[in-house]
């Protein structure tokens, strides 16, 4: 019997003899292939230790695909792999090989395996709190390609999180969020005849966008701007206390 292969029945074990012409009908496992049938010549058999060799494939004509490698098993310099062995092509960072070339029972499945751009699924990705999903994942788009981000935007005075790109086929984020801008009120000043307040006072640091500062000048006296947060930028850090003109309109003719 031979290694990887079968008796089949016309020569099996309890067989006895077989006629001048015939022949055996030895068999191999897949991918094996028979080195010769024994038959009967002339009384003698032509052979008794018939051979099951493992088939190969030839892979000089393995192409490397377009943004992807050969490697080395189906390389330059590779001629065969034997059957069941596969190439070692790969891939980009951003890309997916249709297939790797296999050989089964001497036949390779494919020279021209192709390096495929991987995308991302963007109908998951959640319109932010006080935002924009955009146009380009939007609820109605598909998919975004590796490289290629989002453009979610968010409303004045709140800027973005992140913005989701497609990363070798995955998201880097679904969940963008929209944070309120702040402005740095630690710098405001008092002004001369008048007072902080709170909101701004000594022990204050930052006030959101659309708050203001509660400054106040003393009586006789108006404040020429009271500090605002408008998109992270602080309208005035040195308010004044300027003061009140008088309204010489009531004085009488003596």
């Known amino acids: 019997k031979p290694a990887h292969g079968q008796f089949g029945s016309i020569c099996a074990g309890s067989a006895g003899t077989i006629e001048p012409g015939e022949s055996c009908d030895l068999r191999c496992d897949t991918g094996y292939e028979l080195s010769e049938q024994p ?11 018939a051979t099951c060799t493992i088939q190969t494939c030839d ?5 490397q695909p377009t943004n992807g490698q050969l490697g080395s098993v189906c390389g330059p310099d590779a001629t065969t792999i034997v059957h069941g062995e596969m190439c070692d092509l790969s891939c980009d960072s951003g890309y997916s090989l249709s297939e790797q070339p ?6 390779l499945s494919t020279t021209t395996a192709s390096c495929v751009l991987q995308t991302c699924n963007v109908s998951v990705i959640s319109q932010p709190t006080n935002g924009q999903l955009g146009s380009t ?7 975004i390609v590796h490289g290629e ?8 005075g709140y800027v973005l999180s992140e913005q989701p790109a497609c990363e070798a086929g995955t998201l880097t984020s679904t969940t963008a ?15 001369t005849n008048g ?5 701004c006072g000594p022990d204050a640091t930052t006030i959101a966008h659309g708050q203001m500062c509660d400054l106040s000048c003393d009586s006789g006296y108006s404040l020429s701007e009271q500090p605002r947060c408008d998109a992270g930028v602080l309208s005035t850090t040195n308010a004044t206390c300027t003061p009140d003109p ?7 003719q003596p």
């Open 39 to 49: 038959v009967c010549a002339a009384g003698a058999l032509t052979s008794t230790t």
């Open 59 to 63: 892979v000089s004509g393995v192409t």
């Open 102 to 107: 296999r050989c089964d029972a001497g036949v």
């Open 137 to 143: 994942c939007a609820g109605t788009a598909g998919t």
């Open 149 to 156: 981000s989002c453009d979610l935007s968010c409303d004045t």
């Open 177 to 191: 969020t929209c944070t309120i801008q702040t402005c740095d009120v630690s710098g405001v000043t008092q002004p």
């Open 195 to 199: 007072q902080l307040g709170s909101i």
């Open 246 to 252: 008088c309204d010489i309109s009531v004085i009488s």
